[in-house]
Every structure is written in C-alpha cells, then in structure tokens.
RNA sequence: GGGUGUUUAGCUCAGUUGGGAGAGCGACGGCCUUACAAGCCGUAGGUCGCAGGUUCGACCCCUGCAACACCCACCA
C-alpha cells in the first residue's frame, strides 16, 4: 500500500457515493429523519457548520448502516437581509445604486448571483463528506416554499394571528428596514448623560431638570414624567413646561415607570423615539412626534434649523445651542446600552411605522408545552431553560423588512388603503368580488428570512401537499444546532410545525457548543481569527490565509493587526489534514462546554491516527492477503489463540461503548473508544503479539489460519464501526479486503453497523493477556529507567510465582519472548540463591533482571525506593481506612473486602521489594 | 438587574448513578525493533477555584464566596 495520502481518495470516494445513489433513503426499515439547518445560500462553510454536519453525518450514517430508511434532508437559505446587502455592496463596487435598477432587475441580480456562487456551499459539504440526500435539494425561495409561506400567512391572517399595525419598531437607518427584537445586538458603550434645564412654562426662571443620552430626541418630546411619589415634583405634576429650541410647551406628568432616584428624577418623554416612553405616552394619552425619516436624519417635525440634519449632527447643534441658551446643567460620562443591528452594526433607532406583525402568544403556549411534557427534548437539558425563558417572554414578531430579496408579502391595497390577503391577486379580487378596475397594488416588503425557515421541516417534505416524503418522514429525529438560534429558529419552527402539522418539527434538539479561536474568541469575520474547513483539510499558504482574512473588511484599519497576529499564530501557513482527521477532531471535541476552542494541534493528531490505522491495514494485509489466498484463512479448521481471543473480545466491549455513545449523543466517548481500541489495543498490543505467531515455525497451521483470519476480520469489523466518523480511510481500506471475508457490496456505506456478540467476550483471555502485558510492561520499565536499549538481550528470571504464574509462562513463553527480547528466562527456585537484580513485581510473582554489567546499583536502589514509598503511601491511607470503625461497619462489606485484599498486597508487594533492596545493600 | 454555564497536569479537555485522579498535545530521557519516526519504549507533572457542610468516605451531593464566559432585560 501506498502512504497515507487523503486528498485524493477523498474527492473521488464522495463522487463514487453520489454518482451510486447511496444517499437516498432506502430499504424498508424504520425511518430516521434530520433536516439540515439550511445555510445561507450565497455563503460559505463555517467552523460551526463543519462541527455541526460532521456530528450529523455520523449519526445518519450510524443508522443508515443499522439498516433505518435514512434521509438527511438538504436546503438552503436565502438569508434576505444578509444576501441583499452583499450583492448591494457588489453593485456598488460597479457605481450601480440598487435604486436605480429598481425592484425587478436587483432581484434579476440577486438571482444571477446565486446561480454563480449558490454552489459554493454544497461544493463544501461534499468536501466534508456529509450524505445529504442531493436529490431533494431545497432553496426557501423555491416554488414550492414559496407556496408553503403563502399558505402559512394566510391562514394565520385569516386566524388573526397575523396583523398589520403602526408601532414602534426598531429600524436600520442603513439598510432602511425594521428588524426584530432579535436582530438588535445591544452592547455596552462609553456615552454622556446630559442635563437639560427645561423651563416651566409659568415660571421661565425655574427649571425641571431633565437627564437624557440622546439629546436630539429631544425635539420629539411630548411631556416630562415624574414619580407619582416624588414629593419634590407633585405640586407640578399636570403644569407644563416649555421645550426649549421648539416652539411648544409639555405636560408635566406623573408615571410609575420613572426611578425617583435616578438622575433629577424627571425624564423626558420621547414615544415615538424610544420604547419605553411610547408606554408612558399609551398610558397618558400622550402625541407621538416622530422627528426622523428613514436615514434618521431630522424629518419636517422638527425646528426648520435641524431639519435633514444626521442624527448626531442634530445632537451637537442641539446641546451647542442649549448650552447657549444656559440650559446644560451638567454632562456626565455614562456607560449606556447601544442597540447595534446585527447585520450593518449601525444603532437602531426605534422607530414608528406600519409593519406586520405575528401574535405570538397563542402559538408559544403549545410550543411551552412540547418541551415541557417531553415530545421535544433538549440535549443537554440546560437549554430548555434558555427556551423557556424566552417563550414565556415572548413579544408579537414583526415579520415585514424593507426589503427586495424574499417573500414578498401577499397583501393588497386598494386606493382607499383597504388591505386583502390572498395567495394571490386573483384569489384576493375572487374572494372580495373587486372588479377589474379597482387598482390593486401589493405590499412592497418581504418577510423575515425566518418566517420561510420556521417551515422548515415540514415545507421541505411537499406541505401543503400530503406527500408520502412528509407522511414517512415527519416529525423529524433530531436537530443539532448551535446554542444562538435557538430563539431566532428552533422556537420559531416549533411553534409553526405545531400550528400547522399538529406534530412536533423534531424529538431531540442536540444544541453544540460554538467554536471558538485558540483563545476562546467567537471567530469572525470581522475580527479575522476564523477558520474556514476547507483550508483544514486542504491546507492553506500564510500569504493566502492573510489575503482571506484581509480582504472585504469593513474596517480596513484593522488588517493590519489581522495580518500580524495570523502570521503570529500560523507562520508556515495551515497544512492539509485531509476530511476524516478533520471529522474525528469534531467527534473528539463535542462535549458539553458552551464554547469549543479549537485547536489545530488536535487535528494533526488525528491526522496521525488515521495514518496508524492505514499503517496497520498494510500490516494486515501484509500478513494475510500476501502470504495465502483469502479462502485459505477464511476456510478450514482455525486454532484461536488467547491473543486472538482476547482482541475478539474487546472488540465487542467497543462495539457496546460506540453504541452507547451514539444512543446518548456522545460523540466524543464513541470517538475516544474507537480510537483506544485501534491505536492502543489492535496496534499497540494485537499486532505486536500476533507477530511471534505469523512467523514462528512452531504456530500449526490451525493457528496461523486463526490468526490470519482474526486480523482481518477485526480490521473488517473496525472499519465498520469507525464508518461513520471516518467514512473516507474506512471505504478506501475496506475495498481492499477479499470478498469472502467482507460481503461483496461496493461500499461499506451501506453495510450492516458491528452488532457485538456476547458469546465472544472471553474474561479468561483477558486475564491471561492482562498477565502478559503485565510481565512485559515491568520489563520495559526496568529497561527505560535503566537505561537498557531494546536491542541488547536480558536475562530474566522469576522468582515466588504461583501455578496460574507458571502455566501462563509455560504457555506464552514464546509471546513474551518476541516482546521482551530475553537472552533467557526460567524460574528460579526457592532454594536458589537469587543473584543481585533489578526487580518489578507482577502480583507477588517477581520478575528479576540479574545486574551483571547491566545495571547500576544506585539507580536501582533508587528506583526501589521510590516504589516502596509509593506504596507505603498506599498501605498507610488504606490502613487508615480500615482502622475507622465506622468505614469498617458502615461501609458495604465488597468494599471493605476490597480495601483488605489491596492492602494484604500492597503489603506483600512492599515485602518483596524490600527484600530485594536489602540484597543490593548487601552487595 | 435576572439567568445559565465554566473553574481538574504547562496547554486543551475527559472523569456515566460518591469507594484507589485520566487522555491528547507539550516537556524530559532512550530507541532507524522487518506496519507506521505522522512511529516505538519509558519518565516527570495535579492542595480537582476557595471556605464550610452532609457522609464511614466527596473531583462528584448541599450552602456560601471568588474569577471568567455567555444569554436575556426598558433604568432615562
């Protein structure tokens, strides 16, 4: 066999798999069901998706080869606002303002640009190996999303659950459209607090003092408010005061939503500017002056002075002014939350306008209950208390954006500002018996990228229609997710598929930690610490890793510190580590922690191991394909031998483990018994004591066949079982192995999942070879710490062994011989005096290496000594524990019995090696 | 302000019903031993965040505290 050479084998078995169809659901087993998060379309793979699709494809193909009708359901999103801004940027770059195009030749745009780069990601998620079933491929845009989305609104409208109203919602002056609650990232800035004296009204020599961080809003003010408690300002409460720079007085008012001992204890009421001031304003039946239009820059409400200004332009003219006025009392530093949109990271302005909304309530209640009676459960628990906590808060959804790329909104309005909502014009002029000549005119906005994907499970299987797909198919198994969407999809889902499917979208939600950089950092682009999965598995240079990382950033000054702290952390560049190591380094690292710092030094290991399992495959092969015909192992009479027996043997103890991980989602457990199996016992152990087999004379040919047999039959059996986490080195060795001991299928894709077989755990094997590794073990520790090289022979006598000692050395002497490499080894009997030797114990059978030439006396001593103080240490706390009455009482006799077995020898042990130490001194 | 997590070896992390603290990487020493130097063999390294409590016995259960992280929230 070739080295171990990823790259290629990769791309061509994935092209294999998709060419045969081994993706499609198949057979008549119990169907198993995940639909992929749908990534953006015009995106590219990230970290977290990598993470989150190589934990699926595992469990797809885990059952897919337990025999289940498996289907991996694949889509994408068309991600509006997101999609809309880049391909807005890419027009820009060519001087063309959307604008200018207007609606119908952008979205001839935005289409072309998703034919050119929509394949980017699915290009990527073959890379990385994942049986998405292609064939059924979905797009939320297509024509049959599009009519699910239809049907869902309507229905909800015709429900009253969806309404259209004028409110306060928070808006992006740059992107011109409203965003929801969920959309508003709100951090905490270094700001001012500012002191306005505002005038009373009939009496301009006294002032209520006002403290506000947004000064400009100030042109919108339409009452102050005290605390109706606050003895210091009743005697106002229902007088006025005048607005200074705006020619108009305001009531003074009182309301419960004022701290008494924040600031002055007066505020300043803004409704149409800020949300809870539109409260005060419902409750006091106070005017809404909106001063912003949609750049939010000073509308015609305002003063002619400030009118078209930016709002922080206002901002200084307006504190400038009134400070020239005399009415700034103070300015203080202030640390203030900023709502920031999540998308062009401008602040948000909260702003009134005619949206549409979701009444959320009635759909949360029963989503509440799904979690809570169990039909959907969250893996780890933890995070059902975030979707409670959430859903039981929950506010009405605005679901309309100013926006082209989506949905558009099926609502129209007459010329008297009447709105119908159909599926269609057609349906909408049928249903309300409008002639043809009444102008009708749709809605210009589209919905929430997430109204499309709360349909996810279900419009992706044929809904509205009653297909068989969504019949076999729905409800879904489960859904990994990252911890971030759970509000902005994962409830959103439930509560539509419980809506309109009556069945939950999904059993299980495996919520996956975020992957992070080195040092904990959410990876970004704009902070330029990510990583993209394909530069893992393909390799990268440092000067093009800097050019990604650099290139279209919104803040160009920062590509220098990128550059710097890439070049820092990657001097040489990223190596290729090929899928599979990338893969298993996933299952590796998917505990529960919240976040996952990733660590490229983890991939290389496993890269390392994929190569160990490839070398050990040439090894097999080797010994096995090259010296006889397949059937001459695979037929005939076979002798097994403990060694043989014993590696059988716990290769169902990890059958059993890989299960259990994989019944309970922990993919890291099942990586880790895969991995301890092969490298530390099929490689470590297995195939170092098959060798004095395979070569000896002596083995008959029973034997040699057994041997044979079991090498490649394990290696078989671990290929399966390792499938779906290293789906591409398991295919390429597998095809390798003769028909006869493997079945003849062409992939080991679809072959049956190891079921272990109780029958062949063996504990009598696996005490004798614990015996074995035992012996060889001190050995090779007298030899390490003596300083003895592997190749120069040692004597080796043992000395107060009992009988299962004896038959065992009688028995393995040939397999301890091959590991030990002894000049001899014999018993030495009790009457012989034991010459002077480095000893090790296994049990209270020593194994002694006479010093002739070989050993230093110091060291050994010292080595001695070091034993005996360890288990001294041992004795005294074991001693201590069976001293105390209460242990010795309270404690259950099997552990009591324990503790005395371990000190009886310990203290046998101690005995021996004091023995031994005191022959030294004697010397 | 509310909530949820985390704290174990130099680093990254396991530790599944409380009964002798583990892995990988790194470090150190020795090996080109006929599958693999992407390897083999060995060694060192931990008051399990701190303080109490429960228990015969606590990394594990309870209480408090500290540090860090994230989420939610309208304090002008």
């Known amino acids: 066999m070739k080295k171990y050479q990823p790259q290629e084998m990769e791309q061509s078995w994935y092209q294999k798999w998709e060419d045969a169809n081994y993706f499609a659901p198949s057979g008549n087993g119990q169907p198993f069901s995940i639909s992929i998060p749908p990534p953006n379309v015009t995106g590219t793979l990230h970290m977290g998706h990598a993470f989150q699709h190589s934990l699926v494809d595992s469990l797809i193909r885990y059952r897919r080869m337990q025999g289940d009708q498996t289907l991996w359901q694949m889509g994408t999103d068309h991600a509006g606002i997101s999609t809309q801004m880049l391909v807005t940027e890419q027009l820009a770059a060519e001087g063309i303002k959307p604008s200018e195009l207007g609606r119908e030749k952008f979205l001839d745009k935005v289409w072309e640009w998703k034919e050119e780069s929509g394949d980017t990601i699915t290009r990527q998620l073959r890379r990385l190996g994942a049986s998405l079933h292609w064939e059924t491929e979905r797009f939320t845009l297509d024509e049959g999303m599009s009519r699910a989305v239809l049907e869902v609104f309507v229905r909800l409208h015709e429900e009253g659950l969806i309404y259209r109203g004028k409110r306060l919602v928070n808006w992006d002056p740059v992107l011109h459209t409203s965003i929801s609650d969920l959309e508003v990232e709100s951090e905490e800035e270094p700001g001012h607090l500012w002191h306005f004296r505002y005038p009373l009204a009939d009496n301009p020599n006294e002032f209520m003092v006002v403290a506000t961080t947004r000064p400009e809003t100030m042109l919108g003010d339409t009452a102050v408010a005290v605390h109706p408690d606050d003895e210091r300002y009743q005697h106002l409460v229902g007088k006025e005061v005048q607005l200074p720079l705006c020619d108009r007085s305001i009531t003074i008012i009182a309301d419960h939503y004022v701290d008494k001992d924040f600031g002055t204890g007066c505020v300043k009421i803004t409704p149409a500017h800020d949300f809870n001031d539109y409260d005060v304003g419902r409750r006091n039946n106070l005017a809404l002056i909106n001063i912003f239009d949609e750049d939010a820059s000073l509308n015609d409400n305002a003063p002619e002075k400030y009118r078209g200004l930016d709002r922080y332009e206002a901002r200084k003219l307006i504190v400038a002014d009134l400070d020239a006025l005399g009415l700034v009392e103070k300015i203080e530093d202030h640390k203030m939350v900023v709502p920031r949109g999540e998308k062009s990271g401008v602040v948000v302005e909260p702003y009134l306008s005619d949206q549409w909304f979701v009444k959320i309530k009635p759909l949360a209640e029963p989503a509440i209950k799904a979690v809570e009676n169990g039909d959907i459960e969250f893996i780890p628990k933890n995070y059902e208390n975030t979707y409670f906590a959430w859903m039981r808060d929950i506010q009405d959804w605005c ?64 809904w509205p229609d009653k297909t068989a797909d969504l019949e076999t198919f729905h409800s879904t198994d489960l859904l990994v997710t ?124 496993y890269q390392h191991f994929c190569n160990k399992l490839w070398n050990a495959a040439n090894f097999v092969f080797m010994n096995t394909l090259e010296h006889a015909a397949a059937t ?34 922990r993919f890291d457990l099942a990586a880790k018994a895969i991995y301890e199996f092969i490298w530390d016992e099929f490689c470590d152990w297995y195939l170092e004591l098959s060798k004095p087999i395979l070569y000896s004379q002596s083995t008959s040919k029973a034997e040699l066949r057994a041997t044979r047999y079991t090498l490649i039959d394990t290696l078989e059996t671990v290929l399966r079982l390792a499938h779906p986490f290293l789906p591409f080195i398991t295919e390429e060795i597998w095809q390798k192995i003769p028909v006869n001991i493997r079945t003849d299928a062409e992939t080991i894709m679809l072959q049956p999942f190891p079921v272990p077989n109780n029958a062949l755990i063996d504990s009598a094997a696996e ?59 014999e018993w030495l009997a009790a009457g012989d005096g034991a010459p002077v030797s480095a000893t090790g114990l296994v049990g209270d059978m020593q194994v002694l290496v006479p010093m002739s030439g070989l050993i230093d006396k110091d060291a050994e001593i010292a080595r001695l000594d070091k034993e005996i103080d360890r288990k001294q240490k041992d004795i005294a706390r074991t001693e201590a524990k069976l001293s105390n009455p209460n242990f010795v009482e309270k404690a259950p006799t099997e552990v009591v019995q324990k503790e005395k077995d371990k000190l009886a020898d310990l203290a046998s042990a101690c005995e021996q090696l004091e023995e031994q130490k005191k022959r030294l001194g004697n010397i």
Request: charged share 30%; hydrophobic share 35%; no cysteine.
């Open 767 to 825: 005490s004798d070879v614990g015996w074995i590794k035992a012996v060889v073990t001190v050995l090779r520790n007298i030899r390490g710490e003596m300083d003895i090289s592997f190749g120069k022979p040692i004597p080796v006598l043992f000395y107060n062994g009992n009988e299962t000692d004896k038959r065992r050395l009688e028995t393995y002497r040939t397999l301890l011989e091959s590991l030990v490499k002894p000049e001899r080894m």
């Open 482 to 605: 990252g911890h971030d969407i759970i509000t902005f999809w994962v409830s959103r889902m439930i509560m539509m598929t419980l809506k309109f499917m009556d069945e939950v979208p999904f059993k299980k939600i495996y919520v996956t930690g975020l992957v992070t950089d080195a040092d904990g950092k959410k990876m970004s682009k704009s902070k330029g610490n990510g990583l993209d999965p394909l530069d893992i598995i393909d390799g990268i240079s440092i000067d093009d890793l800097v050019r990604k990382r650099t290139s279209n950033m919104l803040q160009p000054k920062m590509a220098e510190k990128i550059e710097n702290a890439t070049r820092k952390e990657y001097p040489n560049g990223i190596d290729s580590y090929g899928t599979d190591a990338l893969r298993f380094t996933f299952y590796s690292i998917s505990t529960r922690s919240r976040t996952i710092k990733f660590d490229l030094n983890r991939v290389e290991g």
């Open 632 to 665: 001459d192992f695979n037929n005939g009479e076979k002798d097994f031998g403990v060694v043989d027996r014993w590696i059988t043997s716990e290769l169902q103890k990890t059958i059993k483990s890989v299960d259990l991980a994989m019944q309970t989602y």
């Open 399 to 462: 679901i309309s954006r100013q926006q082209w790329w989506g949905h558009r909104i099926p609502a129209w309005y007459d010329g008297e500002g009447n709105i119908f909502v159909g599926r269609n014009e057609a349906e909408v002029r049928l249903k309300h018996q409008l002639p043809d000549d009444v102008t009708l005119r749709q809605d210009e906005d589209v919905l929430d990228t997430w109204f499309s994907s709360a349909l996810w499970t279900f419009s992706t299987l044929g």
